[in-house]
């Protein structure tokens, strides 16, 4: 499935989160609908185009910087758990159909 992500949501998402968990998993959320129902992820990460993957590593490196000081390499888990870089897609278009999961019973 492919979808657009909208800069201002994401923005905002950083500035009401204090951890860095739950920014990634807002994240998560905001492009995978039925996150609430998802047992676990057997494999892939979702896609996102070169600008915004460029601009949401700057947002979590500032966010670490500002939240976790020295204690976290900065961007590190967008780096280790983000989505994947693709200069294929639009700026902020986002595609999740490598994405293989498990649904809760």
């Known amino acids: 499935m ?3 992500l909208d800069v201002n949501e994401v923005k905002a998402l950083f500035e009401r989160c204090s951890h860095q968990d739950d920014v990634l998993e ?3 959320r905001m492009v995978l609908p039925e996150w ?3 047992e676990y992820v057997v494999e892939g990460r979702p896609h996102i185009g070169e600008v915004g993957w460029n601009t ?3 947002l979590f490196q500032a ?6 000081g020295e204690f ?4 590190y888990m967008w780096l280790s758990l983000g989505f994947q ?3 294929c897609l639009r700026p902020w278009e986002v595609d999740t159909s490598e ?5 809760k019973r």
Request: glycine letters at 6%; hydrophobic letters at 35%.
């Open 56 to 58: 949401i590593f700057s």
């Open 2 to 4: 492919r979808m657009e």
């Open 72 to 75: 976290v390499f900065p961007g």
């Open 85 to 87: 870089k693709d200069e």
């Open 99 to 103: 994405v293989n999961y498990v649904l």
């Open 36 to 38: 609430e129902r998802i």
């Open 63 to 68: 966010f670490d910087e500002r939240h976790h």
């Open 26 to 28: 807002g994240l998560y």
